[in-house]
């Protein structure tokens, strides 16, 4: 993993520096990931077969999972992974219920009375990635608030696994959310289908969950084309970005570094520390742990595009971070509470030793889907608002048109709308009439 000293670098080698690995899809990724959302468009579920039998190296009959499956999953959990997934589901499923956007209404002026309601997304696609590790902790990180939100249509496609069935856990952590239109599809055609819909996929509004750079690219696709569908946020190839402190412990930093490493060959992780000590630690227990690792090929190729940054202070990471906006921030400092007003961007933040970034990704309560790729400066990850619509209502007696119109007629006639001005004025005559 490369070291660098952050005031040794001049202003185009601090941007290499902190350049993601997949910033964005290559051009050839473009135009691959073009061609196939039109395959999958142009012959529905013949081309989801074929894409499928040539990305998954799967002969797919049915695509749709049958409740003979999903009863069968449930039995092949042990009760300890049942056990976890329930546990996981039920603190989820608090954090999110606790933050739910509100219902509410005011009056604004005497007869105006104007409010916001809430209502669900009714058809939404969640994508569970399942290329080199199945997600079932991703399954619960959609389902969950799509539930709460009330969402009436929920479809959930996840790659099959090359006997041509789907990952157990990834079904039963469905099934524990209430999923029952489950698609053995996944990638690029996986999103097709979800966008345009197929025989056999539904066609959803809006479109979530995170995957690989193809997956990612094809959201971004469909959320631009007529027809297609909205998305959730780019939640492309993990990251992660430790503050750390002379104090903190090697060990732990290490393995949060690698925990991200190991998802992907394109994930990045950063460690910003304003002790030499400390990095060189870590440097050592990063060689020590990846001896470890079953997925340390993976790691290795992440850590690659990865960086061990020493700072000169640690107001100097926190502004880095900043510019950087990682998925996750995990702050290994004294006093990391008191850091967290210097956070401006990130997905989600892990404050102290005790906090590992593999808590959230799992059971702490958080969401896991977060924005990469910097989107963390102006999105923020999942929750149940990101399967519901906002609608805003008002509603006017005659005494709030006459309370209100006067300032209506005077705006519309500055913009030169007679129609507008109208709607109103001829109000504003039959109440005083
Ligand atoms: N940001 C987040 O919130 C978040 C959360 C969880 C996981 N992740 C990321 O999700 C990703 C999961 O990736 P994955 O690959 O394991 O699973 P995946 O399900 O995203 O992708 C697997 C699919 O990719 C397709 N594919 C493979 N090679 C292709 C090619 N050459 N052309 C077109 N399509 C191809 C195949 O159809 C396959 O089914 C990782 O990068 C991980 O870091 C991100
Ligand atoms: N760290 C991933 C989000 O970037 C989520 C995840 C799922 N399973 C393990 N990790
Ligand atoms: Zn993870």
């Keep these: 993993m490369k070291r660098v000293s952050w005031s040794s670098l001049d202003a185009s080698e601090r941007v290499q520096a902190l350049r ?3 910033q964005q899809a290559s051009a050839d990724t473009r135009t691959a ?10 012959r529905g579920d013949v081309a989801v077969r ?34 976890a997934i329930d546990e996981a589901a039920g603190r989820i499923e608090a ?33 569970v990635p399942a290329g080199s590790a199945p997600l079932p902790s991703t399954a619960l990180m959609l389902g969950v608030p799509a539930r709460l939100a009330g969402c009436r249509d929920v479809v959930l496609c996840t790659p099959p696994r090359p006997d041509g069935s789907a990952d157990p856990t990834v079904l039963y952590a469905a099934m524990r959310c209430g999923v029952r239109q489950v698609f053995k599809v996944g990638g690029v055609q996986a999103i097709a289908a979800m966008a345009f819909g197929t025989a056999s996929v539904p066609k959803c509004d809006k479109l979530f969950g995170p995957g690989n750079g193809y997956v990612t690219e094809a959201k971004r696709q469909v959320s631009m084309v007529e027809g297609g569908a909205a998305i959730d946020m780019p939640a492309g190839p993990s990251e992660v970005l430790v503050i ?6 090697p060990a732990f930093v290490a393995a949060d570094l690698l925990s991200q490493a190991e998802h992907g060959p394109d994930s990045q992780v950063l460690l910003l520390s304003d002790d030499a000590a400390l990095i060189d630690a870590v440097a050592e227990q ?30 100097q990471a926190f502004d880095i971070s900043n510019a950087y906006a990682p998925e996750h921030l995990i702050l290994a400092l004294r006093d990391a509470r008191a850091w967290l007003s210097q956070v401006e961007a990130a997905g989600s933040v892990f404050l102290g030793d005790w906090a590992p970034e593999a808590l959230g990704d799992y059971c702490s309560g958080t969401n896991h889907v977060l924005p990469t790729s910097g989107a963390a400066r ?39 709308l007679d129609a507008h001005r109208l709607a109103v004025a001829l109000r504003l005559d039959e109440v005083a009439a």
């Design 20 to 22: 993601r690995p997949a």
């Design 33 to 42: 990931v073009a061609t196939l959302i039109e395959e999958v468009r142009a």
């Design 50 to 83: 074929e894409l499928t039998e040539r990305f998954d190296q799967v002969s797919m009959d049915a695509l749709a999972v049958t409740d003979a499956e999903c009863a069968a999953a449930a039995t092949a959990l042990t009760p300890a992974l049942r056990d």
């Design 95 to 127: 954090f999110h219920r606790e933050g739910m956007t509100r219902e509410y209404a005011m009056d604004t002026a005497p007869g105006v009375r104007c409010e916001r309601v809430l209502r669900p997304i009714a058809r939404v696609g969640l994508y």
């Design 244 to 249: 750390a402190d002379a104090g903190a412990n």
């Design 286 to 315: 990063l060689e020590r742990q990846l001896a470890m690792l079953s997925r340390a090929g993976v790691a290795r190729r992440a850590l690659e595009s990865s960086r061990l940054i020493q700072v000169d202070t640690l107001q």
């Design 378 to 416: 102006y999105v923020g990850g999942l929750n149940v608002a990101s399967f519901q619509v906002a609608i805003t209502v008002q509603e006017v007696s005659r005494d709030g048109i006459a309370a209100i119109g006067p300032c209506a007629v005077e705006l519309a006639t500055a913009e030169g």
